[in-house]
């Protein structure tokens, strides 16, 4: 069973920047599409960027301009870049993956934005 191992999150102030980066614990598990979602208390989780392996890329409105997703799918690893960070960008950011076995989560990382 393959793994996802989220790092990079923190705690940051508004307009600060922040990376996360995701990696999967084996290489022979290939991946069409990875991404990040991510959820705040009392919310639903909700799709942050996806990247398929033809390097399509799709953002939530509420990110685009200030994050950006890459991901090598021959490391199978994602990062997340964080620009301009805002204070509803506070949650839980989840690392994905998905494939025609369905869709795999990390455990989470917290971000927390604030002064």
């Known amino acids: 069973q393959v793994q996802l191992v989220e790092s990079g999150g923190g705690l940051v102030q508004p307009g600060g920047s922040l990376r996360l980066s995701c990696v999967a614990s084996?290489?022979?598990?290939?991946?069409?599409?990875m991404g990040w979602y991510r959820q705040a208390p009392g919310k639903q989780r909700e799709m942050v960027a996806t990247?398929?392996?033809?390097?399509?890329?799709n953002y939530a409105d509420s990110v685009k301009g200030r994050f950006s997703i890459s991901g090598d799918f021959a490391k199978n690893t994602v990062s997340l870049q964080m620009n301009s960070l805002q204070r509803e960008d506070t949650a839980v950011y989840y690392c994905?993956?998905?494939?025609?076995?369905?869709?795999?989560w990390g455990q989470g990382t917290q971000v927390t934005v604030s002064s």
């Open positions: 994905q993956g998905f494939n025609g076995f369905g869709n795999y």
């Open positions: 084996t290489i022979t598990f290939r991946f069409n599409v």
């Open positions: 990247i398929t392996r033809g390097g399509n890329t």
